[in-house]
């Protein structure tokens, strides 16, 4: 195991410094921070502009807001990040003389893996200036923050190891970048389409007899059977893993009422989705999505990971056309 | 420097391996030995199979069959015993522009576990084998192509293997660095180190392999010592006289010297073997021509080769 972790970190601190010293690095980041966060400020003072009196505090939309665009871009960027990380040192000629050498495939999986994904980390870590905002104005707590921020860490891991077994299964760097996009893409709008498809096949007709006799018939969809092709989606499992605010209590005179809190972009994708696994008809909320596609999404990952690690064996046995082996 | 453990006396011992690519066989039953303490030349014509048979040997390539030992170990049943002892360089690879000369070599160093206290020592002693000790701390990007393929010598020999196969080392060289490696080479044959090489530059190869194994069309056709090819060889023979008349004449009508070609102030005659050339310049300096130059046209070693090449057209 020492070996394992000793081989694994040999090939990260490799693959680190070579980035660091590849191109504008900083610059890019640089970049990339004063984007973010300036949309992000720039989003909260639009949301205050068209504040109208409301005495809710304008942090929790941005929280949501400003989180669920960070999870997107992120995972746009992941891609580029990892999208090359085996066929690129093929077409280098660098890998096989590291094949070679006493790292294991794993070891050199894991290296690479865990460079990419701490570069993952590192761009998510300069968008905290803005996402944490709301939490230092004390409208989000910092248990909402450390849960959403740790499933988006989670996240970019998967967009990680995905990218990386495309790099490894495909021979050309462009290919597998664009199959890695593909593969965000299928995440994102893939799940959505799956779902509004079969969403419709689940009708079933429904009948009701009015107080006259008379039978009426309706169509009524399921949600509850097919909501599971959700669950995969990164948002979705975002948005329900955040923990949720504490309802609004409103009170008139002696009677207070209690409802959910309004603007709420985490928590009201949370609950849509819920009410989906519940079905139609139950008014109460459906058990949490989330573990599901955490799950689902975790274990695509470690397939993909698995997959890597096999394409780094040798001697290899089969050649695709037009890899090189050296 | 560790002996084998087990009985085996050659760094390769390979028996018909074959491989196809698809429905394209690239080799169709090599044998190949590469004893300890010697260079072994392999050689043939662009498709013959030298580069596959070497990606078979430096096991990154699986035989569709044969029997092939490295250092003493079975590639089938056990390729990561024999990579420990196995140095390989590839005809084109890439270094990692982006790392010193120095970090480069350490990084393999560390691949192949070396010791840290042991790796300083061991980069020095590598880069000034290479003749690249003033590059220490230089950025690879700055070496030239021939300083990159000393490089990816040095980096071949971090881990002292006992096996050491370079595919084409010596293109991109220039004639110092050519030298140079000639003499590397050798010298680690003299350390006991069992070298292949495969190379197109046959002149060279003559002077610094002990052996040459000869492919074609992905099979072995021969196997010499480089001594045996001079006796066995067939070149022409370039010979210079003092009077290119008389030598003319001194060979006219004599349809055993082969065909004879005019060369300023000579010419060349052949095919022969060693015993007829010196035949031949006996009689030639008995019949009092003043000859100054009599020699093979072409190394034996490049004798042997065309006429193979010759043999499939």
Not at chain 1, 264 to 285: T, W
Request: net charge neutral; with cysteine.
């Amino acid at each position: 195991m020492g070996a394992r972790v000793r081989g694994a970190r040999l090939v990260a601190v490799q693959e680190v410094r070579i980035r660091l010293r590849t191109g504008r690095w900083k610059a890019l980041l640089a970049v990339w921070a004063l984007l973010v966060n300036g949309l992000g400020l720039l989003f909260r003072l639009s949301l205050e502009s068209g504040d109208h009196g409301d005495d809710d505090p304008q942090g929790v939309p941005m929280f949501g807001g400003v989180l669920l665009a960070v999870l997107a871009l992120c995972l746009l960027i992941t891609p580029a990040l990892t999208g090359q990380s085996v066929n690129g040192d093929r077409e280098r000629g660098t890998l096989a003389a590291l094949q070679l050498t006493r790292l294991t495939p794993a070891d050199i999986a894991l290296g690479k893996l865990a460079a990419a994904w701490g570069t993952g980390l590192l761009v998510l870590a300069l968008t905290l200036p803005c996402v944490l905002l709301p939490v230092l104005e004390g409208v989000i707590t910092p248990g909402r923050a450390a849960a959403t921020l740790a499933v988006t860490g989670l996240l970019i891991g998967v967009v990680c190891a995905l990218s990386q077994a495309w790099s490894a299964l495909v021979a050309r760097s462009i290919t597998s970048v664009l199959l890695s996009y593909l593969t965000v893409l299928a995440l994102f709008g893939g799940t959505l389409l799956l779902f509004a498809l079969a969403q419709p096949l689940t009708v079933e007709p429904r009948y009701y007899s009015s107080s006259s006799g008379t039978r009426y018939a309706y169509e009524r969809e399921r949600p509850e059977l097919v909501w599971w092709l959700l669950a995969p989606n990164p948002v979705v499992v975002l948005a329900d893993a955040a923990p949720r605010l504490p309802p609004h209590i409103e009170t008139d005179g002696d009677v207070s009422t209690s409802s959910e809190p309004d603007n709420d972009p985490l928590g009201d994708l949370g609950r849509s989705v819920r009410e989906m696994r519940a079905g139609n008809g139950n008014y109460h909320e459906g058990g949490p999505v989330w573990p599901y596609g955490l799950a689902f999404d975790l274990l695509l990952a470690g397939g993909a990971f698995w997959v890597t690690t096999r394409r780094l064996r040798t001697p290899v046995r089969r050649t695709a056309k037009g890899v090189r082996l050296a | 420097m560790d002996r084998p453990s087990s009985s085996a006396e050659h760094g390769v011992e390979a028996r018909g391996v074959t491989r196809a690519f698809g429905t394209v066989p690239a080799l169709r039953g090599m044998d190949i030995t590469v004893p300890y303490g010697q260079v072994t030349a392999l050689v043939g014509p662009n498709g013959a199979g030298k580069t596959t048979l070497l990606l078979i040997l430096a096991t990154l390539l699986a035989p569709d069959a044969g029997h092939i030992r490295v250092a003493g170990h079975d590639l089938r049943a056990d390729p990561e015993a024999a990579r420990v002892h196995l140095g390989w360089m590839p005809d084109v690879f890439g270094v990692y522009d982006q790392l010193t000369v120095d970090e480069y070599l350490a990084f393999f160093a560390d691949a192949y576990r070396l010791p840290a206290a042991e790796r300083p020592r061991r980069i020095r002693a590598l880069l000034a084998l290479v003749h690249l000790e003033e590059y220490l701390g230089q950025p690879v990007h700055v070496l030239s192509r021939g300083q990159k393929q000393r490089l990816g010598v040095a980096r071949s020999l971090i881990h002292k293997p006992r096996v050491l196969l370079l595919d084409e080392p010596a293109s991109g060289l220039d004639p110092r660095s050519r030298v140079e490696l000639r003499d590397l080479l050798r010298s680690l044959a003299a350390e006991g180190v069992a070298v292949l090489v495969s190379s197109h530059v046959l002149g060279e190869l003559e002077e610094m392999a002990d052996r040459v194994v000869l492919v074609d069309h992905g099979r072995t056709v021969g196997e010499h010592r480089m001594g045996d090819l001079a006796g066995a060889a067939r070149p022409r023979w370039r010979v210079r006289a003092l009077d290119p008349g008389g030598l003319a004449a001194a060979l006219d009508g004599r349809p055993e010297v082969g065909e004879v070609s005019e060369l300023p102030g000579g010419c060349e005659l052949g095919p022969l073997t060693e015993a007829q050339a010196a035949g031949l310049l006996a009689d030639l300096v008995a019949r009092k021509v003043p000859v100054v130059e009599f020699g093979p046209a072409t190394g034996a070693l490049e004798s042997v080769y065309l006429a193979m090449t010759e043999n499939r057209r």
